[in-house]
C-alpha cells in the first residue's frame, strides 16, 4: 500500500536530492548528456573565483533579511488585530490571505507595471508625497527592495494565518489576569501573548527563512530578462540575482548541469542546516508535551 | 443601535482604521489588473495614472483572438483554450494521483503493521526537507532519460506524492476507532476492501484539504513546467502567459486582461473553498 508513495518519493526525490551531491564533481552538459569526473573543481570554482555566485549569496541574504522580518512583523501585527469577534474578520483576513494562493506569474506582471519607471502606479503614490520618481526594475539599487515588496505582498497573509491560529490556541485566561491586574495592551503584548506565542512563531519563523532562501520564480520573472538573456539576467549589475536563481540560470540557460549541482549542494546544505534547526525545536516541543 | 453596540463600534474602530487601508492595500493589485485590462494603450499611459476602469471590454476579445488588436490590426493568435485544457488535465492529473498515493500510504502507515515502518515514516518525514529547488536538474535529467520531456507525465508524475498528504490522511486514520475495522475483519473484509468501503469514505475532510491545496499548486507551477515543456500542446497556462509577455512586451492592456484570465478561474475557486484552504493552512501552522 505504500508502495505507489514511495515510489515516486524515491524516484523524484530521494535519488535527486542523493544524486546532486555526485554530479557536483562532474562536468556534466544538459543537451548533449557527455559527462566527466572533475573532482573538486565545480566547488573551487563557486566558492574561490566565482564573483556572480558570490553576488547571489550576498543578495539572497539581503532578500532574505528584507522579506522574512517585515512579512513576518505585518503578519503578527495584523493577526493581532484580527484576533476577536468582529463584523467584517472573515473578509478581511480573506483579502489579506488571496496574494499567497495567486498565481505568481500573474500577479508578478501586474506588479511590474505598478512598478512602471513612468507611469506605474507606485510611483504616482511617491508622487503625493512629492517623493521622485523610482527607477524600480531597471536600477541596481531599487530591483530588490521591489521584489521585496512583491514577496512581503505575497507572504504576509500566510503568516497571518498561522499566526491568528497560533493566537486563538492561547489559553484566554492569562491575557484576561493581566487586564485584571490592570496591564496596558502594550504591556499585555510584551509580557503575555508574545512569550505564549513563541512556539508559532519559530515554526512561522522557519518557514519563511527556507521558501526565502530558495527563492526563484519572482526573480526569474521580474529580473529573468533583464541584463540580457545572453548573461543570464539577474538584473542590473546582477542586483537581483539569487543563489536559487543561479542554479535555474547555469542548469537551464547554459545548461551547466555539474556547477549547478555545486550550487545545489552548497543550497540544499543551508536548507537542512535550517530545517535541522526546525527538527530539534519539534523534538523539545513534543517532549514538553 | 443601543449604546451598548455603539461602545462596542467605538472600541472597535480603531483595528477598522488600520486594517481597512492594510486590506485596500493587499487587494490593490487585482484591482489594478482590472483597470488596466479595461483601458486602452493610450489610458495607461497617462501619468498620474487614472484610477478607475474605463469598461473596454473588448480587451478581452482581442486578447482571445477574437478581434484585431486596434493599435496594430494585427489578431493574437494565442492558443489559450490549449492552455487552458493542459493545466487542468495536469492540476486534475497531479490532485487525482496524490490523493491515491496519500490515502495508501497514510492508511498504510497509520493501520498495517509491517517491518521497518517507522523507519520508511522517518524516511517520508525527511523528504519534507528536500525543497523541489534543490533537485531541478537531477529530476530533468531523469525525465530526460524517460523520455518525458514535454509531456502531461512530466508535470504530474514527479508530484503524484505529497508528504503533507500522507501526513495529514495518516493521522485522520490514527483517529479511527480501532472496532470500525475489527468488525470489519469479522466480516472477513481485508485492508483494501476495508479502507475502500469505510475508512476512505470517513476521510472526506482531509481529502478535500488534500485535493484543493494540490489543485492550487500545480494550477499555479510556473518553474518546473517552464523547464520541462516546450511546446504550446503541452505548456500549462501560467508558462503560456509568461511566453505571451516576453513576446509582445508593449501591450500591458492585452497583458493584464490575459493575467485575469488566468488569475479568475482560481481565485473563484479560492473563494467558494476559503474556509477549507485557510483552515488547512492555520492547521498545518499547529501541528507544525
Given at each position: 500500500?505504500i508502495s505507489?508513495a514511495?515510489?515516486l518519493?524515491i524516484?523524484f526525490?530521494i535519488?535527486?536530492?542523493l544524486w546532486?551531491?555526485?554530479?557536483?564533481f562532474?562536468?556534466w552538459d544538459?543537451i548533449s548528456g557527455?559527462?566527466?569526473?572533475?573532482?573538486t573543481?565545480?566547488?573551487?570554482?563557486l566558492l574561490?573565483?566565482?564573483?556572480?555566485?558570490r553576488k547571489?549569496?550576498?543578495?539572497?541574504v539581503?532578500f532574505?533579511a528584507g522579506?522574512?522580518?517585515?512579512?513576518m512583523?505585518?503578519g503578527?501585527?495584523?493577526?493581532?488585530?484580527l484576533n476577536?469577534?468582529m463584523?467584517?474578520?472573515?473578509?478581511?483576513?480573506?483579502?489579506i490571505f488571496t496574494?499567497y494562493v495567486?498565481?505568481?506569474v500573474?500577479?508578478?506582471l501586474?506588479?511590474?507595471?505598478?512598478?512602471?519607471?513612468?507611469v506605474g502606479?507606485?510611483?504616482a503614490?511617491?508622487n503625493?508625497?512629492?517623493?521622485?520618481?523610482?527607477?524600480?526594475?531597471?536600477?541596481p539599487?531599487?530591483?530588490?527592495?521591489?521584489?521585496?515588496?512583491?514577496?512581503?505582498?505575497?507572504?504576509?497573509?500566510y503568516n497571518?494565518v498561522?499566526?491568528?491560529a497560533g493566537?486563538?490556541?492561547?489559553?484566554?485566561?492569562?491575557?484576561e489576569a493581566?487586564?485584571v491586574d490592570?496591564a496596558?495592551?502594550?504591556?499585555?503584548f510584551?509580557r503575555v501573548t508574545?512569550?505564549?506565542?513563541?512556539p508559532?512563531?519559530?515554526?512561522?519563523?522557519l518557514i519563511n527563512l527556507v521558501?526565502?532562501f530558495?527563492v526563484?520564480?519572482p526573480?526569474?520573472i521580474?529580473?529573468?530578462?533583464?541584463?540580457?538573456?545572453?548573461?543570464?539576467?539577474?538584473g542590473?549589475?546582477k542586483?537581483?540575482?539569487?543563489?536559487?536563481?543561479?542554479?535555474y540560470?547555469?542548469?537551464?540557460s547554459?545548461?551547466?548541469?555539474?556547477?549547478a549541482?555545486?550550487?545545489?549542494?552548497?543550497?540544499f546544505?543551508i536548507?537542512l542546516?535550517i530545517t535541522?534547526?526546525q527538527?530539534?525545536?519539534?523534538?523539545?516541543r513534543?517532549?514538553?508535551? | 443601535?443601543?449604546?451598548?453596540?455603539w461602545?462596542?463600534v467605538l472600541?472597535?474602530?480603531?483595528r477598522?482604521?488600520?486594517?481597512?487601508?492594510f486590506a485596500?492595500?493587499?487587494a490593490f493589485?487585482f484591482?489594478w489588473?482590472?483597470v488596466?485590462?479595461l483601458g486602452?494603450?493610450?489610458?495607461v499611459?497617462v501619468?498620474?495614472p487614472?484610477?478607475?476602469?474605463?469598461?473596454?471590454?473588448?480587451n478581452?476579445l482581442?486578447?482571445?483572438?477574437?478581434?484585431?488588436d486596434?493599435?496594430?490590426?494585427?489578431?493574437?493568435?494565442?492558443?489559450w483554450?490549449?492552455?487552458?485544457?493542459n493545466?487542468?488535465?495536469?492540476?486534475t492529473?497531479t490532485?487525482g494521483?496524490v490523493?491515491?498515493?496519500?490515502?495508501?500510504?497514510?492508511y498504510?502507515?497509520?493501520s498495517?503493521p509491517?517491518p521497518?515502518?517507522?523507519?520508511?515514516?522517518g524516511?517520508v518525514?525527511?523528504v519534507y526537507?528536500?525543497?523541489?529547488?534543490?533537485?531541478?536538474v537531477?529530476n530533468?535529467?531523469?525525465?530526460a532519460?524517460?523520455?518525458w520531456?514535454?509531456?502531461?507525465?512530466?508535470?504530474?508524475?514527479?508530484?503524484g506524492?505529497s508528504?503533507?498528504g500522507?501526513f495529514?490522511m495518516?493521522?485522520f486514520?490514527?483517529?479511527?476507532?480501532?472496532?470500525?475495522w475489527e468488525?470489519?475483519?469479522?466480516?472477513?473484509?481485508?485492508?483494501?476492501r476495508?479502507?475502500?468501503l469505510?475508512?476512505?469514505?470517513l476521510?472526506r475532510p482531509p481529502?478535500?484539504t488534500?485535493?484543493?491545496f494540490?489543485?492550487?499548486?500545480?494550477?499555479?507551477?510556473f518553474?518546473w513546467p517552464l523547464i520541462v515543456?516546450?511546446?504550446?500542446s503541452?505548456?500549462?497556462?501560467?508558462?503560456?502567459?509568461?511566453?505571451?509577455?516576453?513576446?509582445?512586451?508593449?501591450n500591458?492592456?492585452?497583458?493584464?486582461?490575459?493575467?485575469?484570465?488566468v488569475?479568475l478561474p482560481?481565485?473563484i475557486?479560492?473563494?467558494?473553498a476559503?474556509?477549507?484552504?485557510i483552515g488547512?493552512i492555520?492547521?498545518s501552522?499547529?501541528?507544525?
Open positions: 500500500m505507489p514511495m515510489t518519493l524516484v526525490v535519488i535527486p536530492a546532486i551531491f555526485w554530479l557536483s562532474q562536468r544538459l557527455t559527462s566527466d569526473y572533475i573532482g573543481a565545480n566547488f573551487e570554482r574561490l573565483r566565482d564573483d556572480v555566485f547571489a549569496v550576498w543578495q539572497t539581503y532574505v522579506t522574512v522580518p517585515t512579512s512583523g505585518l503578527l501585527f495584523l493577526a493581532v488585530l476577536k469577534p463584523p467584517f474578520r472573515n473578509f478581511l483576513r480573506t483579502v496574494p495567486m498565481p505568481i500573474s500577479t508578478a501586474i506588479f511590474s507595471f505598478i512598478y512602471h519607471p513612468d502606479a507606485l510611483n503614490a511617491l503625493v508625497f512629492g517623493l521622485p520618481k523610482v527607477r524600480w526594475l531597471d536600477s539599487q531599487a530591483i530588490m527592495p521591489a521584489i521585496i515588496i512583491y514577496s512581503v505582498w505575497q507572504h504576509t497573509g497571518t498561522i499566526f491568528l493566537l486563538s490556541n492561547l489559553p484566554p485566561e492569562l491575557d493581566a487586564r490592570g496596558r495592551a502594550w504591556t499585555r510584551w508574545w512569550p505564549l506565542l513563541s508559532t512563531t519559530y515554526f512561522v519563523f521558501a526565502s530558495k526563484v520564480q526573480i526569474l521580474f529580473a529573468g530578462g533583464v541584463g540580457g538573456a545572453t548573461s543570464g539576467g539577474g542590473p549589475d542586483a537581483a540575482e539569487t543563489i536559487g536563481y543561479y542554479l540560470v547555469q542548469a537551464f547554459f545548461f551547466h548541469a555539474g556547477y549541482a555545486a550550487i545545489s549542494v552548497v543550497l546544505l536548507i542546516a535541522g534547526l527538527v530539534g525545536f519539534f523534538s523539545r513534543v517532549f514538553y508535551r | 443601535m443601543n449604546a451598548r453596540g461602545r462596542r472600541e472597535l474602530l480603531p477598522y482604521l488600520v486594517l481597512i487601508p485596500a492595500l493587499f493589485p484591482y489588473m482590472v488596466i485590462s486602452t494603450l493610450q489610458s499611459f501619468f498620474p487614472i484610477l478607475y476602469p474605463l469598461m473596454h471590454w473588448e478581452y482581442t486578447a482571445l483572438g477574437l478581434m484585431a486596434p493599435s496594430t490590426g494585427d489578431y493574437l493568435n494565442i492558443p483554450a490549449r492552455y487552458f485544457l493545466t487542468v488535465i495536469v492540476a492529473g490532485t494521483l490523493l491515491i498515493t496519500s490515502v495508501l500510504g497514510g498504510a502507515f497509520a498495517v509491517f521497518g515502518k517507522t523507519l520508511i515514516f524516511l518525514l525527511a526537507m528536500v525543497p523541489t529547488e534543490v533537485t531541478l537531477p530533468f535529467i531523469i525525465l532519460k524517460l523520455n520531456i514535454d509531456s502531461y507525465e512530466a508535470q504530474i508524475v514527479p508530484f506524492a508528504v503533507f500522507i495529514l495518516r493521522q486514520f490514527l483517529g479511527l476507532p480501532k472496532d470500525l468488525s470489519a475483519q469479522l466480516d472477513g473484509s481485508g485492508h483494501f476495508f479502507l475502500w469505510i475508512a476512505a469514505p476521510a481529502i478535500v488534500i485535493a484543493l494540490n489543485f492550487v499548486a500545480s494550477w499555479n507551477a518553474l515543456t516546450n511546446s504550446d503541452y505548456r500549462p497556462v501560467q508558462v503560456g502567459l509568461q511566453a505571451f509577455s516576453y513576446a509582445d512586451a508593449t500591458p492592456v492585452l497583458h493584464a486582461a490575459g493575467s485575469l484570465m488569475t482560481i481565485l475557486m479560492f473563494l467558494l476559503q474556509r477549507q484552504i488547512g492555520a492547521a501552522g499547529i501541528r507544525g
